[in-house]
């Protein structure tokens, strides 16, 4: 499809267990942001990269989580030694515009993530 | 810091009705962007606008139309004749120029129901 795209859709991971989780973006767009949703809240920035380049990371919650985007399209959140307080709906955006040159390009979101910790 | 805040937590009404969802930002951003977005219980998030802070005039599109006022520094959003497949949560964001990765932050969202 040409929409971003998310896997798995559910993940359930035992405490002290690492997950990845991975984005397929829209081809060809060059912004993709990690946003972390927990039940009944609204989504939080995780972390921003620009093709390769990972150039906002202000977002992640502990030094267990860790995101890469290598060839600057496919993108991988890996969650070490996942806690309970990990369980959320990760969700992947992509936007076509990078930050240079200002405005503000709409974000396409995928289905996200649903991570249980038990 | 940015904040967006969506006092509503959940509202019902019943088909046909009008609704409005509140939406309250702060920033301190002179060029800053608001969005609106619907969560449907699939969980994807559907774009519905962008507004950049130099425009302030209202929009219609469809049943949808939004009250963007910087003097209340509020973006509200008005469904007329609600259906049922009006439905989900709906959320506000705000993004601000400066930020170092333009990135969304969202209120809390609203619960809207469609009762037939």
């Known amino acids: 499809g040409a929409g971003v795209s998310q896997s798995p859709r559910y993940k359930v991971a035992k405490r002290g267990q690492d997950v990845a989780l991975r984005c397929d973006p829209i081809s060809g767009h060059v912004s993709l942001f990690w946003y972390q949703q927990a039940l009944g809240q609204g989504p939080e920035f995780l972390t921003y990269?620009?093709?390769?380049?990972?150039?906002?990371k202000s977002g992640l919650p502990s030094d267990r989580f860790f995101a890469e985007r290598p060839e600057g399209s496919v993108s991988t959140l890996k969650i070490q030694r996942t806690q309970q307080e990990d369980s959320a709906v990760y969700l992947c955006?992509?936007?076509?515009?990078?930050?240079?040159?200002?405005?503000?390009?709409?974000?396409?979101f995928g289905p996200g993530t649903r991570l249980t910790v038990l | 810091a940015q904040k967006v805040t969506q006092a509503q937590t959940e509202i019902s009404v019943v088909e046909k009705e009008d609704v409005t969802l509140d939406c309250v930002y702060e920033?301190?951003?002179?060029?800053?962007?608001l969005f609106w977005y619907k969560q449907p219980p699939s969980g994807e998030l559907v774009f519905l606008i962008r507004?950049?802070?130099?425009?302030?005039q209202n929009e219609i599109s469809g049943r949808y139309s939004w009250n963007f006022q910087k003097s209340t520094s509020s973006f509200n959003f008005t469904i007329t004749a609600s259906q049922v497949v009006d439905s989900a949560v709906y959320f506000c964001a705000l993004s601000e120029e400066l930020g170092s990765a333009r990135q969304l932050t969202f209120g809390s969202g609203t619960q809207l129901t469609v009762l037939p």
């Open positions: 507004r950049n802070s130099f425009d302030e």
């Open positions: 920033t301190r951003d002179t060029t800053y962007y």
């Open positions: 990269f620009q093709n390769e380049a990972q150039l906002d």
């Open positions: 955006a992509s936007s076509s515009g990078g930050l240079a040159g200002g405005g503000q390009n709409e974000q396409f």
